[in-house]
């Protein structure tokens, strides 16, 4: 099942140790489903089902985004059934998946009473095994990042290498490896400054960052040229590519790369998810020094609150006020989201309330996946979908540009990474995106064509909240 990746048959490694690595990963999963039934055919099947199942999902990953699964993506489970469109599926009412389901219980039911438990007879003791078989488990996970065991994963598995890591010992057991890799060994806070930093002398100073979802130039993609892409060459103080840490998917590698600066290096296992690993807590993100040069900092959003936890993990990045999908209600949507002009205008109105520096970043919306049919009226083709959302998406830093003219004002815009379409499959660009950089208010310089990694436009926008 592991080695059949849609193209052809993967060799298994044969070395001693990867083989025995391979099945300890099966036994425990074997282990865990024997926990809950102790009926050994029955946790045999449901074992092999599982490394199926974890399979087909990572091949139909990998052909999506470009990776096969990792453990992180086990935390995004709680999403999908609260938004299953964005993942791709249906919701559990839709008679196809409760179906589905039913079908499932009713099998296990069955299995239940045709195979008995391989329970002791003896009451106490068989009380006993119930209570010793999930604890064992439960200790072994918990000592599993530590001492002899630990030292063993750690020598094994010192950096994530995905492909390497998986193509010799298995996705189980990459996927509790990295598990235990991650929770032993939490990256480090980077250290900042404890004292205020004082107040900036630019009182009327704004700077506004924009993410633009899936945004690429559509020329990119055999799409009409974007007269904003022109309005950025030629008006952008520095311009380019912006290589992003993934394809179609995972905006938060991108946004925490901006926010914080860091490199994927420095965040250890935890660069899969940064905010499942650090939750916000960044001493030297953009908006905390925003904070420090007395910066009013504000994130805008307009999407569920608990969607990749922002509300709770942007409120400790430093931000101190949350614009999210409540405060839209009423706004334009284009197909299921919020359109990103009327997004922009928010983000103007923001700017022109404002009574003391103000620093934003917002997030757009309107052109986020799946592009299916239905999405928009009389307009079925995916590729023609995401060309006319990005018609907007144009249109909207248009009127940024527009309304931020004569200020003291920087404005960013980036996009998080290109979208998951047919015509645009992982290896598209290197995961390459669009940034841009612009300022207002000073005295004109020649635009500067340079391309740069995520974390390095975040380490560049620090500058731009450096006390004047």
């Known amino acids: 099942m592991e080695a059949f990746d849609g193209r052809g048959v993967r060799p ?5 140790g990867d083989l025995a690595l391979r099945l300890a990963a099966y036994a425990l999963l074997f282990a865990f489903w024997f926990a809950f039934s102790w009926r050994p055919w029955l946790a045999a099947f449901s074992c092999v089902l599982t490394v199926a ?4 999902v990572s091949r139909l990953k990998r052909g999506v ?3 096969p699964l990792v453990f992180s993506d086990f935390a995004l489970l709680r999403q999908v059934p609260r938004h299953p469109e964005l993942y791709y599926t249906r919701p559990l009412t839709d008679p196809r998946m409760a179906g589905l ?6 099998a296990v039911a069955l299995w239940y009473g045709i195979e008995p438990a391989a329970l002791p007879h003896e009451p106490s003791v068989a009380v006993l095994a119930v209570i010793a078989l999930p604890l064992a488990l439960w200790t072994l996970v918990q000592l599993s990042g530590y001492g002899a065991l630990g030292r063993r994963l750690a020598t094994r598995f010192p950096a994530p290498d995905l492909e390497r890591d998986v193509a010799r010992s298995g996705l189980p057991a990459t996927i509790l490896a990295y598990a235990a890799r991650w929770r032993s060994t939490r990256p480090d806070e980077e250290s900042g400054p404890a004292d205020p930093l004082g107040s900036t002398e630019a009182r009327d100073r704004v700077v506004v960052v924009v993410q633009l979802e899936s945004f690429v130039d559509p020329v990119r993609l055999g799409g009409p040229a974007l007269p904003l892409m022109d309005t950025l060459r030629a008006r952008a103080t520095q311009y380019g590519r912006l290589r992003v840490p993934a394809h179609g998917a995972y905006t938060m590698r991108t946004e925490h790369a901006v926010l914080t600066g860091r490199t994927p290096e420095s965040l250890g296992f935890g660069v899969f998810d940064p905010y499942l690993a650090q939750g916000g807590a960044e001493p030297t993100s953009l908006a905390r020094l925003a904070r420090r040069v007395g910066f009013e900092t504000v994130f805008i959003h307009p999407f569920h609150r608990d969607f990749f936890g922002r509300a709770s993990v942007m409120t400790r990045l430093g931000f101190d006020h949350l614009i999210m999908e409540e405060a839209f209600t009423g706004a334009p949507r284009i197909g299921p989201y919020v359109g990103d002009v009327a997004l922009a205008e928010r983000v103007l109105a923001e700017v022109r309330a404002r009574t003391a520096p103000l620093f934003v970043f917002c997030v757009t919306m309107e052109n986020h996946g799946p592009w299916k049919p239905g999405r928009l009226p009389g307009l079925d083709d995916p590729h023609a979908q995401y060309l006319h959302h990005v ?4 249109d909207a830093v248009a ?5 931020l003219e004569g200020l003291p004002a920087t404005l960013c815009v980036f996009g998080d990474h290109a979208p998951s379409l047919a015509s645009c499959r992982p290896g598209f660009g290197g995961t390459a995106t669009d940034y841009a950089l612009l300022h207002f208010g000073d005295a004109a310089v020649a635009p500067l064509r340079r391309d740069l990694t995520a974390d390095a436009l975040g380490r560049k926008l620090r500058a731009e909240l450096s006390p004047a």
């Open 399 to 403: 009127a940024l540009i527009a309304g």
């Open 12 to 16: 298994i490694s044969r070395n001693p």
């Open 101 to 106: 389901l039913l079908a499932s219980l009713l």
């Open 65 to 67: 985004i470009g990776e």
């Open 391 to 394: 018609a907007h998406t144009g």
């Open 53 to 56: 199942i974890l399979a087909v």
